[in-house]
């Protein structure tokens, strides 16, 4: 079956612990995205990647950190410098990078931070 | 910076009865795409346009992009309790990269 994991489903972690939020893809698919969406609302962009071990910044990505060392795999990690880390992240590929491709997401991960 | 609306926020639709729900863009886009979430799931794609005027049907689903390339529509005839979910409109910008910025979604609601 290919398609996108993340894990875990949910996470609950500690004010000012560093947590490290997984994504793998099996699409073979050069781009990489992860994305914020806040109760009843849209997807902000954190981070993405349009090759392997490059990325670029999305719209928020002050207090995040990500790596794209395999093609398949894009972490993201939240630090404690992210100041309301409680939401829904959302992982997501395309097959290139260049605009106009279709994002496959993954099922996501709900972090409770507390 | 770029900025993706879409109105209504929220649509109680009755089962059977038709809807639309309308993104705007500040600035003109390249392509639109429109994605479904289910409750609880994450974003499907829908649809892509690309072209100016364009009109896409998808069963239910009609899918219009505006003459200026600035805002899109999309309407749902004879609605069932599977249209349940919130739909996304997330616009491209060639020249921001090509990233999509999505619109704050609308989330419909189908009272049987």
């Known amino acids: 079956d290919g398609g996108i994991t993340q894990s875990p489903k949910y996470l609950f972690r500690k004010e000012g612990q560093n947590v490290t939020l997984s994504c793998e893809q099996n699409?073979?698919?050069?781009?990489m995205y992860w994305y914020r969406q806040d109760p009843g609302q849209g997807l902000r962009l954190i981070y993405y990647s349009q090759i392997v071990n490059d990325f670029q910044k999305g719209d928020i990505a002050e207090g995040y950190s990500v790596s794209r060392e395999k093609k398949e795999s894009f972490p993201l990690t939240v630090t404690s410098a992210q100041k309301n880390p409680t939401a829904f992240y959302l992982c997501?590929?395309?097959?290139?990078?260049?605009?106009?491709?279709?994002?496959?997401f993954g099922p996501g991960t709900r972090l409770t931070v507390l | 910076g770029q900025q993706v609306m879409q109105i209504p926020q929220y649509q109680h639709v009755q089962e059977g009865e038709d809807f639309t729900t309308y993104c705007n863009s500040s600035t003109t886009l390249s392509n639109i795409q429109w994605y479904k979430q289910r409750p609880g799931g994450h974003p499907v794609f829908l649809i892509q346009?690309?072209?100016?005027?364009e009109v896409k049907k998808q069963k239910r689903l009609t899918f219009q992009f505006g003459e200026a390339k600035k805002n899109s529509s999309l309407h749902i005839t004879a609605t069932q309790t599977t249209d349940v979910g919130t739909y996304f409109c997330?616009?491209?910008?060639?020249?921001?990269?090509?990233?999509?910025?999505f619109g704050g979604g609308t989330r419909v609601l189908v009272k049987p």
């Open positions: 699409l073979n698919h050069d781009a």
């Open positions: 997330a616009g491209i910008v060639k020249a921001a990269g090509n990233k999509l910025t």
């Open positions: 346009l690309v072209k100016s005027g």
């Open positions: 997501a590929s395309s097959i290139g990078g260049a605009g106009g491709y279709e994002q496959f």
